[in-house]
């Protein structure tokens, strides 16, 4: 079934139009939204700043926040499409949208995975911290760090487009 990536604007739009089952929201936790109607026990709610690094005041991904989205990733029956969302679009929801990818699929190369999200979203930067974390956790030994390096260049655009990404290779 598929991941939708978007940025919070695009949320309730998604949500009437898709019909997802289950939703996760990376944001700092200043901006974290409420949980949209009929999500009860089906939102992740991340707080977690788009940063690679320490800063003050800010909060980094760290491993406990992987460890939430792998669990939460394994009540996906994905029958029903699952919103990854984060501020724009573009760094947090796309790690995280690996890494689940990454997750239900470990007998395809890593590279591949990386490769069709590049493919589906020119705009698409995961964040390196989020899929360091998970490639540790994962027992990758560095391969879905080098496979985001891997894609090359994005095309910075400020926000992303929501785009469909397979959770399922």
Known sequence: MILIVCGLAEVAAIIAARRPSHMITLLDPASMIETPEGFADRHLKLGVNDIA???DGMVLPHEGLVADLLKFGA???ERAP???????????SSASAFVLACER???VAEKTIALAMRKAA?????????VALA???LSRKGR?????????DYEY???GTPFDFPARF
């Not at 020119?122 to 989020?130: L, V």
């Open 122 to 130: 020119r705009h698409a930067y995961p964040n390196r911290r989020i």
């Open 157 to 159: 655009s400020g926000v």
């Open 75 to 77: 009540t996906w029956d």
């Open 135 to 137: 490639d540790d956790m």
């Open 82 to 92: 699952m919103i990854v969302h984060c501020w724009a679009g573009i760094s947090r």
């Open 144 to 152: 879905m760090v080098d496979a985001v390096e891997a894609m090359g």
């Open 105 to 107: 699929n470990p007998d």
């Open 53 to 55: 690094e320490p800063m």
